[in-house]
């Protein structure tokens, strides 16, 4: 089993930046991901990265705004939001892959999930 802990949500205006954070209980080598839901839509991935290449993925709506990192050995990954858009709130969720190693959007591929963190951006 998995734990996860997001954090560094909160409220910022149009063109800002936030970098959210997920720790996890322990060291595992799968796939971790970033997913997001705003009220009344569904959940879509944001990024998601292999921890032991470093190799990330990215939604097309994020690219060259957001970036997903994770150091080597560690338990904490970081997701930092640039040039951010009212369009990027909502929720975003941690997401850890059991035995799914390569970076990936898809949300079947996770099996930990976090409680969420929330981000709101005004315009």
């Known amino acids: 089993q998995i734990q996860l802990v997001e954090s560094g949500g909160g409220s910022v205006q149009a063109g800002g930046s936030l970098r959210l954070s997920c720790t996890a209980s322990?060291?595992?080598?799968?796939?971790i991901g970033w997913f997001r839901q705003a009220p009344g839509k569904e959940r879509e991935a944001v990024a998601s990265?292999?921890?032991?290449?470093?190799?990330?993925l990215y939604a097309d709506s994020v690219t060259d705004r957001f970036a997903i990192t994770h150091e080597k050995g560690a338990t904490t990954s970081y997701l930092q939001m640039n040039s951010l858009k009212v369009e990027d709130t909502g929720m975003y969720y941690c997401a850890a892959a059991g035995s799914w190693y390569l970076p990936t959007l898809n949300p079947e591929h996770f099996d930990y999930w976090g409680q969420g963190t929330q981000v709101t951006v005004s315009s």
């Open positions: 990265i292999a921890p032991h290449s470093g190799r990330a």
């Open positions: 322990r060291y595992f080598y799968g796939a």
